[in-house]
């Protein structure tokens, strides 16, 4: 059975930094590649950015709002996938979700989703 | 890339069916045949419905399908099912590239 479970979230202050973790199992991580999301209170969804399977080179993409404070890396001995969150604003605020993309250079669609970890940035 | 329009909320009686819209421009919805639609039950985390347009993933109820007309994507329910009632996002590829989501509708079963 496919499962991902996030963590690492919490409350923190404009201007740190927090990493969360994706721990994938039921299916061997690197032959997949993995995005990020996240999602405001009471709001609807948003994509962060992804990480290519190691057939692509493991390369990223980032959503424009993210781009340059924001990292994601892997590691498919650990089975894990982690998003690096720097210069965090109030407005980074939400559930971050991790999700493995069903296939492609860019990704189709993501076909399994972890249940969230909450990320609260306030002053 | 703003968010893909959907209506905010769409009603049904069990057993009836229902049309979800999400509207893009030609940058996105209409350009490519990766739009994705997941359901999302509240506190819960999202589930795959429909990938590439029309496509429905293993596991998913005959009674979802999906379609698409120029820069609008469709989402049917037939026979709706009180355990129908969440949250509905589409999400189309956007090239970059980016992904964009729709503002979501809420899906209530009367």
């Known amino acids: 059975e496919v499962q991902l479970v996030e963590s690492g979230g919490g409350s923190l202050q404009p201007g740190r930094s927090l990493r969360l973790s994706c721990t994938a199992s039921?299916?061997?991580?690197?032959?997949?590649?993995m995005s990020w999301f996240r999602q405001a209170p009471g709001k609807g969804l948003e994509w962060v950015g992804f990480?290519?399977?190691?057939?692509?080179?493991?390369?990223?993409e980032y959503a424009a709002s993210v781009k340059g404070r924001f990292s994601i890396s892997r590691d498919d001995s650990k089975s894990i996938a982690y998003l690096q969150m720097n210069s965090l604003k109030i407005e980074d605020t939400g559930v971050y979700y991790c999700?493995?993309?069903?296939?492609?250079?860019?990704?189709?669609?993501?076909?399994?989703w972890g249940q969230g970890t909450m990320v609260a940035v306030s002053s | 890339q703003s968010a893909l329009t959907q209506p905010a909320s769409v009603s049904g009686s069990p057993g009836q069916s229902i049309t979800i819209s999400c509207t893009g421009t030609?940058?996105?919805?209409?350009?490519?045949?990766?739009v994705s639609w997941y359901q999302q039950h509240p506190g819960k985390a999202p589930k795959l419905m429909i990938c590439e347009d029309t496509k429905r993933p293993s596991g998913v109820s005959i009674r979802f399908s999906g379609s698409k007309s120029g820069n609008t994507a469709s989402l049917t329910i037939s026979g709706l099912q009180a355990e129908d009632e969440a949250d509905y996002y589409c999400c189309s590829y956007a090239g970059g590239p980016t992904y964009v989501f729709g503002t979501g509708t809420k899906v209530t079963v009367l």
């Open positions: 039921g299916f061997s991580l690197g032959g997949y590649a």
């Open positions: 999700a493995r993309v069903r296939w492609g250079y860019d990704p189709d669609a993501f076909d399994f």
């Open positions: 030609s940058d996105s919805v209409g350009n490519y045949n990766l």
């Open positions: 990480i290519r399977g190691k057939a692509y080179g493991g390369t990223t």
